[in-house]
């Protein structure tokens, strides 16, 4: 499985990268579409921070993961299917609460993985960084 993150410094490659484990993907991480042009990816994850977005039409994924505000950005991907975050009731993934060290983590709708498993609405609970943002939280979940 190859997997891009598409961000201006903002931790999400780490984070993920923290928690794949022993996971078989192997994770590519830039701040400019064309970093992610050489070959097709499995899943682009496009942070809430990133620019650049000239050449993105380069780029050939199945799916790719966007801040709800990004949805111009969608059609310019080559990708098959598109999952957004974000704050807006329209948005697959957002967070429900926010308080202490935590923050709540909702799947609005079903949406089937990169392995074909379909995915239920839910929320997870994880830890939140004091001072950190939801929205790269959101991106690496």
Known sequence: MRVGIWERNEGICAAVRAGMGTAAAQLYCGSHPAEFAVAPLDLLCVSPGS???AGAGAV???TVLLPGTA????RALRCTQTV???TS????LTFSSLEGGHISLALQRELVT?????LEQQEL???FPQGGAPLPVLAAA
Do not use: E
């Open 51 to 53: 620019s650049g977005w």
């Open 60 to 62: 050939h994924c199945r």
């Open 71 to 74: 949805g111009p950005l969608a």
């Open 84 to 86: 957004s975050y974000g």
């Open 89 to 92: 009731p329209r948005d697959s």
């Open 114 to 118: 990169l392995d074909g498993t379909v």
């Open 125 to 127: 609970i994880l830890p």
